[in-house]
């Protein structure tokens, strides 16, 4: 496993990122395909074992017990201080208001087991609160010692820049990281986004670095319960499939090529763009496996180019 420190916090992750939607209780009605609490410590305890110390959920996956199996897990078998936690906040009442933040830190923190989250992250950018509102939340729970660091997700660049802006201003606490929307079928934060974290030096932990696997495998649908029926997925990629199955095809043969897997071929491309730490959803322990090969995968200039010169515009996924 390689690690890396978290933007400019003394924050060290593994290049690899467990995501958590995929643990929780289907009866929250969230998704069909969560696991349950022995099926998620199983895959928890695995990527432990690979070395992957950073770990994502949020307060509204599964209605929240996505966040009390990944603590119970973490509590059974691992020390807390060699695991980086990070949630979210902002699908809750109220946003991103100066009064959600605190109340939703410590709902996390409960349902957690923990008494310190290590990454709070904004799911979105919040249209109905000030920033300066925000931000200064955002600041009084790290001074209060229940967070460590603040990350940011899906958003505009220009969004962004702003709440950096208005912590810097206020001498409050900025964000290290952004885990937004990125992978070979969508790359439209190449545009602002991508340049502005790389420009101040904020950890990229995108989201869906697989394209929900259709960066994965040869075909673009699986015969999965997931595949089926995870509605979302489906919206963000199959209006687009017919343009990014060439790119699908291009990522087939250049792993064939090199003798990998689909996989790793797509996050060899990720790390070969400067991400920190890709966000890997999965619900069996095999794929975190067939992750961790990636590191191994070196990519050329020309291959990078090979599989980015079909890439068509898209219209903007997660920022809305």
Known sequence: MEYAKLGNSGIVVSRLCVGCMSFGDPASKMHAWTLNPQESEDIIKHALSLGINFFDTANCYSAGTSEEYLGRA???NAARDKVVLATKVYFNDGKLSKEAIPREVEGSLK????DYIDLLIIHRFDYDTPIEETMGALHKVVQSGKVRAIGASAMYGYQFMNMQHAAKMNGWTKFVSMQNHYNLLYREDERELIPICDEQNVARTPYSPLAAGRLARPNWSADTMRSRTDVVAKGKYDKTQDSDMEIVRRVSELAEKK?????????AWQFAKGVVSPII?????KYFDDAAGSFD?????????YLEEAYVPHKVVGAL
């Open 74 to 76: 973490i509590k059974n």
């Open 111 to 114: 349902r957690l087991g923990t």
């Open 259 to 267: 003798g990998v897997t689909m996989t790793q071929t797509a996050l």
């Open 281 to 285: 959803g999965a619900t069996k322990a």
């Open 297 to 305: 995968v070196k990519l050329t200039p020309q291959d990078i180019e």
